[in-house]
């Protein structure tokens, strides 16, 4: 027989060491085997990933199920796909050709030049990923600008599709993971800047494939939401599989579903499958085992001689199994190379690609296997006048019944048992091969699908040959997403339980079970105190997720919801994203929002600034007036500082903290509406600064409220169209300014005259010895001297005279007094009423003293003693507010004044004495 097997293509035992070395030195990538990550522990850094085109495998076009019904004839594949939705492949699509009659390496591997990658982009993109190494973490700063996008993105699409903006996200994940793809190359492996840059893009990865899933999992779900009504008449009993199974796709939501989630995995999967043509040098084109048949051809020569090791004697296909022999040992590895590798196309759903592999290699027949899953269909049955060809297998019960017991024969390899598996909905022999999360629950929604076809099918009574010798216990699994995840918890792969845990993974989970409520409790677990602060994009990503569900209306938890957004919040004011807060701020409630917002503004210090903060506030719906009236009420009631009683000591020194309060005002000031309430905030911090003798921080808050202010107020209200007087607390706080400047210009006054009354000028002295020149000088001297005392005179009389009218205006105030409403209509304030009535007792006292100080002091003694007539006036009642120490004090200065009055021979009152 092995005279008859003749090889187009016979290697040299040499050429074919040569090549196996040279293909060992290429990079290929297949899923780790549990002996290879047994003891490895499990790490957010994924491999090298394949780049994507732009547009995602699963950004489905809708098409109405109500108007064409789904071609189903690629359901039970690997590579089949929700029939709600059309798929189009993406970077392997042009692998269509005819790989049998074609260059297929040169078809897949194009040269740069026509690949597109040598341009200006690419040059960019190299000179990026330089400068971002640079940086201490080059992953955080690569991504940095993905806060703003997320926020373009959704301002863009927030009238339009939600699915499109949804999309959009994606879209941004897959631009920032290829850019960190190419930084993590350049990276020193080992370095902290790799394994940071390592997780920030498994991070986004995760992040851009769960954007995916949401997208094909909401689209059909509020796509059955809408079609609820709509009723999908039962398959008739001479209906084929495929028509049977499209009307159960169409009806049943949880076998499409779990369709989706099964594409979704695979579209990871193939984005994962590294490059293509690096993983094709199986063996020879059209011949396999070929080293098995050079082997067995030389036997055959008379010139052999020696040991021979036993191999098959045959080269069928099952001869392996068959004769119990091995083949050569270049084939051996060849096989289960191949078959590893034809798992990860199946994995990936490339059952396609597979089948064309194999013919290449020379394997027809595996191509063959591969291909009985189809569905049978002949529409010759329903007439026509054209006869039709038959679609599908009409063995198929007899080929899955074969798959079955591939995949349980332990003689077979675990790849090529895993192969029928997952062809079969063998879940027990599919399990040993995936080791991942995402590999494990692909093979169990993989069998789900397959187990409820089967049901619906058996249940049909259409089906041609009944599946008797599968085990009952996978035609009457009764499989639901819950129990999906149930079995996935309790494995005992350690590498799946850790990855379980993984925040995305537990999101994923979650979003396909549809339990929005228990992804929100997930949630609150993950902010709760205590646990480790999370990464600021998982963060976005929560924040989006949120407002994506409330964009589908759908209910979330509000106190998560609002928990999710502070925290975000907080990480957008740490990386100084001062544009996107006011937006996110905005989707709190309003009270809340308020406050966080004013919380943020408290911090930022510069004018322009600060107006642009109000406008993006203004923008975002915030009541605005609110906002500054409380970042000014925040910062000014801070300080719990008691009035303290003013003596005749200096003024107490302004304070860092004392400055923000002065600084405080000019949020008010923006605004022309807003200075009523400009007026009022100013008056409570100069309340607070009089009351602790800062005179000089109070001058400063009054210089900052404009001088129109009044007349604006005055505008303002009659802009509203009001006839009646102004609102009393309005028309309290314009008396209350008028009475703190009123008191400023009385100190400042005071101040002035203090120091001009305290720097006389000198007298010139002459010496005893003085010589005639210097005498002459002298007189000289002498006589700018006079001239200089005559002008402190005249200007220290005009001083005395305006400090006395300016401190007369205090104490005599108009209307009720100084530091007294006018209107008692307003609203209650009780920390003002006290306030104001501690100034009256604080300061009042003060400006009489002071009065009589400069009286006495320019021997004004008669006056001095008309305060005795202003105090005790029952019109002012300033002497309510003398404490009893201090009317002693205020009668032993009048007393002093009588006494120097009639030294000068006038009475005690400063009248002359009659004789």
Known sequence: MCDELLSPVVRDTEVTRAARRRSTNKKVFFPSSPCEVSGASTTPARPQLLNRTPGSLLKHSFTPLIKRHPDVSAILSTGGKSPRYSQTPARLGNLSTNLDDSDWTNTLYLSPQQSGLVDSSFTEDVTMSAVMLKEDDPGEAASFS????????????????????????????????????????RATPGQQKFSQTASMLWLLQQEMVTWRLLTSLYRDRIQSALEDDVMIDAAAPSESEKVIVENLFQRDSLVRQSQIV???????????????????????????????????????????????RPLVTELDPDAPVRQKLPLADLDREDDIRMLKYLFTLIRAGMTEEAQRLCKRCGQAWRAATLEGWKLYHD?????????????????????????????EDEQFNRYERAIYAALSGNLKQLLPVCDSWEDTVWAYFRVLVDTLVEQEICSSGTALHQLEELPREYLEANWTLERVFEELQATEKKRVLEETKEHYHVIQKFVILGDLDGLMEEFSDWLSHGKPALPSHLLRFMTHLILFFRSLGMQTKEEVSVDVLKIYIQVLVSKKHTDLIAFYVSHLPADMAIAQYSEFLECVTETDQRKHCLELAKEAGLD?????????????????????????????????????????????????????EALKQSNAIM??????????AAKEVFAKIPEDSMREIYKQWEAQGMDIPLPAEDQNAIREHLCIRAYLEAHEAFNEWFKHMNSPPQKPTLSSQAKFTETVAHEMKEKEYEL???????????LTDDVRDRIYNVLLFVDGGWMVDVREDAEADPERSHQMTLLRRLCLPMMAFLLHSVLHSTEQHQECLRLADIVSSEQQKLYQVFSKEELRKFL????????????????????????
């Open 379 to 407: 529409p010759n049955i329903s007439g026509g006048v054209e006869l039709q060809p038959v679609e599908g297998n009409p063995h198929r019960c007899v080929w899955k019944t074969c798959c079955w017991r591939m995949a």
């Open 262 to 308: 099964v594409d979704w995995l695979e579209t990871i999967a193939k984005d994962e499958i590294g490059d293509f043509s690096d993983n094709i040098e199986f063996y020879a084109k059209s011949v396999y085992w070929e080293n098995t048949l050079h082997t067995l051809k030389q036997r055959r020569t008379p010139s052999h001689a020696g040991f021979s």
């Open 624 to 676: 605005v007036a609110a906002v500054t009236k409380t970042v000014v009420e925040n910062i000014r009631k801070r300080d719990a500082d008691d009035f303290s009683h003013h003596d005749l000591a200096l003024d107490s020194g302004t304070s860092e903290e004392d400055l923000r309060k002065i600084d405080v005002i000019d949020w008010l000031v923006f605004d022309p509406s807003q200075r009523a």
């Open 788 to 798: 200089d005392c005559r002008n402190w005179k005249g200007r220290l009389e005009a």
């Open 146 to 185: 993905m806060f703003p996008e997320f926020l373009q993105s959704y301002l863009r699409h927030s009238s339009s599709a939600i699915f499109d903006l949804i999309e959009e996200y994606e879209t941004i994940c897959e631009e920032q993971v290829g850019m960190l793809k190419k930084i993590v190359t």
């Open 892 to 915: 032993r200065k009048l007393r002093e004044s009588s006494l120097l009055l009639l030294d000068k021979d006038l009475d005690p009152l400063g009248y002359e004495i009659q004789s």
């Open 687 to 696: 309340r607070k600064f009089l009351g602790s003798k800062k005179h000089e």
